[in-house]
């Protein structure tokens, strides 16, 4: 009998948003994929809830890997980072921050902004 480790790992997969809890889980995602958008989020936050399905869709139809902090839970990581308001969305690309966004933008703009590093 084979025993399935994966299954207790994070997903390798880029089709849902990994869910970051700490400093090091998020430097081993943006180390992993080419490009990495975080989005910085607290569930309280309105425009935050808005945004969600913007980044899952993200996450399913782009080559960018999503991964959520919840500023929360991490406000470390959050402070690291410099966030002051949510939502906030850090682009890595080649494991190096290349964009910050602060507030809600449409799928298209975001979709534009990773399609540009994608190239």
Same mark, same amino acid.
């Given at each position: ?9 994070? @997903?390798?997969?880029?089709? &849902? $948003?990994?869910?970051?809890?700490? #400093?090091?889980?998020? =430097?081993?995602? /943006?180390?992993?994929? !080419? ?11 309105? @425009?935050?809830?808005?945004? &969600? $399905?913007?980044?899952?869709?993200? #996450?399913?139809?782009? =080559?960018?890997? /999503?991964?959520?902090? !919840? ?30 966004? /602060? ?17």
């Amino acid at each position: 009998m084979t025993t399935d480790t994966a299954s207790d790992a994070e @997903p390798t997969t880029t089709e &849902e $948003p990994i869910h970051i809890d700490g #400093a090091d889980q998020l =430097n081993d995602v /943006v180390g992993r994929h !080419d490009i990495v958008l975080t989005d910085f989020y607290a569930d309280w936050c309105g @425009p935050c809830q808005m945004l &969600e $399905p913007v980044v899952e869709t993200l #996450a399913a139809e782009t =080559n960018a890997a /999503v991964a959520k902090v !919840d500023v929360d839970a991490n406000q470390q990581l959050a402070q690291s980072y410099g966030v002051r308001g949510v939502p906030t969305l850090i682009l890595f690309a080649d494991g190096k921050q290349v964009e910050e966004i /602060v507030g809600v933008k449409g799928e298209a703009d975001l979709r534009a902004l990773i399609q540009s590093y994608a190239e």
